[in-house]
Nanobody, 129 residues
Framework: QVQLVESGGGLVQAGGSLSLSCAAS????????MGWFRQAPGKEREFVAAISWSLGRTLYSDPVKGRFTISRDNAKNTVYLQMNSLKPEDTAVYYCAADTMAYYRTTNARAGSRHYDSWGQGTQVTVSS
């Protein structure tokens, strides 16, 4: 069973930066596609960024494109989300997710939450104005 643990959330002023980490255990991490999602109070969960298991392909939602960067370190079984130029509207609980079957299905990074079968507990990011 795959377990995902996020860390790095916190409170930051608008314009600041935060770096989130997600450590995976169980399974073969280098075969997982990984994604970050977020959910703000009263809103549905939304896609933020994804990275494929192979070829280093990445995908970003329009609101974060150019400000956030997703990366992975297979040696550490960890995926990262570097968030720069943060805005109050980035305030949300951020979730890490794994598509543990990606190796058998696709080399693309995908946005749909239905593709991900393992989820972390989330980490709170609050951006003050």
């Amino acid at each position: 069973q795959v377990q995902l643990v996020e860390s790095g959330g916190g409170l930051v002023q608008a314009g600041g930066s935060l770096s989130l980490s997600c450590a995976a255990s169980g399974g073969t991490f280098e075969r997982f596609a990984m994604g970050w999602f977020r959910q703000a109070p009263g809103k549905e969960r939304e896609f933020v960024a994804a990275i494929s298991w192979s070829l280093g392909r990445t995908l970003y939602s329009d609101p974060v494109k150019g400000r956030f960067t997703i990366s992975r370190d297979n040696a550490k079984n960890t995926v990262y989300l570097q968030m720069n130029s943060l805005k109050p509207e980035d305030t949300a609980v951020y979730y890490c997710a794994a598509d543990t079957m990606a190796y058998y299905r696709t080399t693309n990074a995908r946005a749909g939450s239905r593709h991900y079968d393992s989820w972390g507990q989330g980490t709170q990011v609050t951006v003050s104005s």
